[in-house]
């Protein structure tokens, strides 16, 4: 079974169709920037630009960076205010909408790096912000947004994100070190039997993970950064059966 996955960034949006039986990308995935300021008809114009670009008449799934309940979105720290309050599902033609990083956690408990673990799993996604998706004994506990802990009187993702990295002109190292600060506080909080990132850097893990020294297993994501896409398929999906 194909279904369409769309996955909403702060700096892109990518989307492609998803054998959602295998857990892989069935076609060249297509990205476009996000537009800015990313308000809703905006952000989902591109989502229709997705859509017809493959021709797509199926399910569809789309992740959204911020809390999302019964597809309405709560919170919106890395795309304009705007969104919340709206109806995504609504606004995407009746599309299945979930937070982007349990998304990105249910495709790697699913395909990747969490399979058949047992116990605390916890997906950190490291992009323009820190997504995070908690997981015990297989079980999502949704919208947990931990890249919001407060760090040094700020946002642990104002520190210690992609977007921080690259803000900061930190280099791959002095970044680890801000990484194992806050995966320090949330392996305090939650004692995780794994910890698994995801988002744009795990495609470089070898530059910084090495760098990060903590007591919990750490592990790229095995799905990288088409783990979202591959989430929002397999959600959509599983609703469409």
Excluded at 66 to 87: E, F, L, Q, Y
Aim: proline share 5%; hydrophobic share 40%; net charge negative.
């Amino acid at each position: 079974m194909e279904v369409l996955g769309i996955d909403i960034g702060g700096s892109g949006i990518k989307g492609a169709p998803v054998d959602v039986t295998a857990g892989k990308l069935a076609q060249e995935r297509l990205r476009i920037p996000t537009p800015q300021p990313s308000k809703p008809e905006p952000v989902a114009e591109v989502v229709r630009q997705i859509v017809e670009h493959f021709a797509w008449s199926g399910p569809v799934g789309v992740t959204f960076p911020g809390v999302v309940r019964d597809g309405v979105v709560h919170t919106a720290a890395n795309v304009h205010r705007s969104w919340i309050g709206v109806d995504a599902s609504d606004l995407f033609g009746g599309a299945c909408v979930l937070n982007d990083a349990d998304a990105a956690g249910l495709a790697e408990m699913t395909f990747g790096e969490g399979r058949d673990r047992r116990g605390t799993v916890l997906m950190l996604t490291f992009g323009t912000g820190i997504g995070s998706a908690l997981f015990t004994d297989g079980v999502l506990v949704p919208n947990t947004e931990l890249g919001h802990l407060e760090l040094h009187g700020k946002d642990a993702e104002l520190r210690a994100s992609d977007k921080a990295r690259e803000d900061h002109e930190l280099s791959w190292d002095k970044w680890a070190g801000r990484v194992e600060e806050y995966l320090r506080h949330v392996e305090m909080l939650f004692s995780p039997s794994l910890i698994v990132v995801g988002g744009g850097v795990s495609k470089k893990a070898h530059k910084w993970l090495p760098h990060v020294h903590i007591d919990t297993p750490i592990v790229p994501a095995a799905l990288q950064n088409e783990a979202g896409i591959i989430g929002a398929a397999q959600m959509a999906g599983s609703r469409a059966d």
